[in-house]
Structures are given as C-alpha cells and as structure tokens.
C-alpha cells in the first residue's frame, strides 16, 4: 500500500517555518479565500517565503529542488522549449539527455502542463521544482527580453522559409 504524503504544513513546522497556529490561521483563510493555495496565503502572511514553500513542496513530492539563480544552463538545453511555452506553463528547461528532458516548475500537481510537453516534445520529462519568481527571471535571463525573443523567432521562421 502506498503511504500517504505528508501535509504541507507538517513540513513546514518540521522546517521551523512556520507554527501549528499559524498553519491553522492560513487554513482557516483558505476556506474563506477559495481558490487560493496554504502555500500563497502563508506567503501572503509573511510567515514563510516563495523559496521556503518550494523546498517544503519539494519535499512533500519527493522532488529535487533546485537554485536557478546559481545554475549554468547550456544554450542548447534552452533551445528544446520555447520562450512562450516556458512562459504560458512557468516552466524552466534545466538537462536534456535525447531522450529525457528535466524542467523546473513551481507546481507539482500542474498534470496538465506536463502532459502538454511531453505531447509537445515527444520526450519523457523530470521534475525538479523551483520558486515562481526565479522561473520567471531565468525565462528572462536566458530567452532574452520578449522583444528579443520575438524577433529571434520571426528570423528564423523568415529564415525557414527562404531555405524551403
């Protein structure tokens, strides 16, 4: 029989991020604020940070996290998604190895954006979870701003073309 995930909250009180009162103050949020995940409203509250709750999820699913604010990614790992698929599903490309591409996200249960790539890149895809927001900078870091990215994409399709 499988065993049963631990709770958020327990992690995060295992962490010392956060206390049983305040887990419970969150929870009794949550059922007033619909919608909203224990994990938003303890940042919301101030009581655990984006990273905090990352790491705590990380550990709740069994999943590496990782630091894309001090990792060196190849240019080639990023050329396997593109800029508006990282961004629509706040994804990340970290390691690709052929046949197995390893992504950051910030959700684990996002089944649908991990159904979506691997439709997309006929690839079998790896988990490793990351805050929001550092998904967000590496998109920029390393795609470039939008207007660059844009105009990236429409030489090469302009370029595509011509070669045909």
Do not use: W
């Amino acid at each position: 029989m499988a065993t049963a995930r631990k709770l958020l909250g327990k992690i995060l009180e295992e962490m010392k991020v956060a206390t049983s009162v305040q887990i419970e103050a969150a929870l009794k949020k949550q059922m007033t604020e619909s919608g909203k995940k224990l994990g938003e409203l303890l940042v919301e509250m101030k009581v655990a940070t984006a990273q905090q709750i990352t790491e705590a999820l990380a550990r709740q699913f069994d999943y590496p996290y990782v630091d894309l604010d001090n990792l060196k990614l190849s240019p080639e790992v990023i050329k396997t998604i593109p800029r508006s698929v990282c961004e629509e599903n706040t994804i990340f490309p970290i390691k690709n190895t052929g046949k197995n591409l390893t992504i950051a996200m910030h959700d684990p249960l996002d089944l649908f954006a991990l159904d979506n790539l691997k439709f997309i890149l006929n690839m079998d895809i790896s988990i490793v979870l990351a805050p929001k927001d550092t998904i967000v900078t590496a998109i920029s870091k390393y795609y470039g701003s939008k207007a660059q990215s844009d105009m990236s994409a429409a030489i090469e399709q302009a370029t595509m073309t011509q070669s045909e």
